[in-house]
């Protein structure tokens, strides 16, 4: 689903992403609830970013409150009852804007006709681009199948990709995060 967002974007930079677990819903400017493997996962697109909601988890990457949470690492893990959870976060930055919009319009393009995909637009630029969608973990917790349009229920767990776009640093924050439950 890809929406056009009538806020401006309150994150500038991938510099100022925050990582934090645990937040409660925060406000959201679009939700895509999807049923995967026996729980509701919830897309959220934030106007400082992304909250994804599954099951036990709740996994927030923003700009946030100097106390709401760490800056972004390049990978964290942790075990919830039943559960355990990673986490990984790359910046790409590109040469130039047309390299930029190339790179985010093939981000567009794969996610566009995906049920399990939420795709926000923040106005100024049709390149300040958010994006969320879920993938299916296999039973080693690795990503099955690339997209995971493959695989219509993942075999023990599920995961889920990220895409931050800005323009104005022609930056590209990539999040891959996965929750298992052990075998």
């Given at each position: 689903?890809?929406?056009?967002?009538?806020?401006?974007?309150?994150?500038?930079?991938?510099?100022?992403?925050?990582?934090?677990?645990?937040?409660?819903?925060?406000?959201?400017?679009?939700?895509?609830?999807?049923?995967?493997?026996?729980?509701?996962?919830?897309?959220?697109?934030?106007?400082?970013?992304?909250?994804?909601?599954?099951?036990?988890?709740?996994?927030?990457?923003?700009?946030?409150?100097?106390?709401?949470?760490?800056?972004?690492?390049?990978?964290?893990?942790?075990?919830?009852?039943?559960?355990?959870?990673?986490?990984?976060?790359?910046?790409?930055?590109?040469?130039?804007?047309?390299?930029?919009?190339?790179?985010?319009?093939?981000?567009?393009?794969r996610l566009a006709d995906r049920g399990?995909?939420?795709?926000?637009?923040?106005?100024?630029?049709?390149?300040?681009?958010?994006?969320?969608?879920?993938?299916?973990?296999?039973?080693?917790?690795?990503?099955?199948?690339?997209?995971?349009?493959?695989?219509?229920?993942?075999?023990?767990?599920?995961?889920?990709?990220?895409?931050?776009?800005?323009?104005?640093?022609?930056?590209?924050?990539?999040?891959?995060?996965?929750?298992?439950?052990?075998?």
């Amino acid at each position: 689903m890809r929406t056009v967002l009538d806020t401006p974007y309150r994150d500038a930079r991938a510099d100022g992403l925050s990582f934090a677990l645990g937040l409660p819903p925060l406000d959201a400017l679009a939700v895509l609830p999807v049923e995967r493997g026996g729980l509701t996962v919830q897309l959220r697109l934030l106007g400082a970013s992304h909250q994804v909601i599954a099951g036990p988890l709740s996994e927030t990457v923003a700009c946030l409150p100097e106390d709401g949470g760490e800056p972004l690492p390049g990978s964290a893990a942790t075990t919830l009852p039943g559960w355990s959870y990673d986490f990984t976060a790359t910046t790409a930055v590109h040469a130039d804007d047309a390299a930029f919009a190339r790179a985010v319009d093939a981000v567009c393009a794969r996610l566009a006709d995906r049920g399990d995909a939420l795709t926000g637009a923040f106005p100024g630029s049709r390149h300040a681009v958010t994006a969320l969608a879920l993938e299916h973990a296999g039973p080693d917790g690795a990503a099955a199948g690339g997209t995971g349009a493959e695989h219509p229920e993942p075999r023990a767990g599920i995961g889920w990709r990220t895409w931050h776009a800005y323009p104005q640093t022609r930056e590209i924050v990539m999040t891959r995060s996965r929750l298992v439950r052990p075998t």
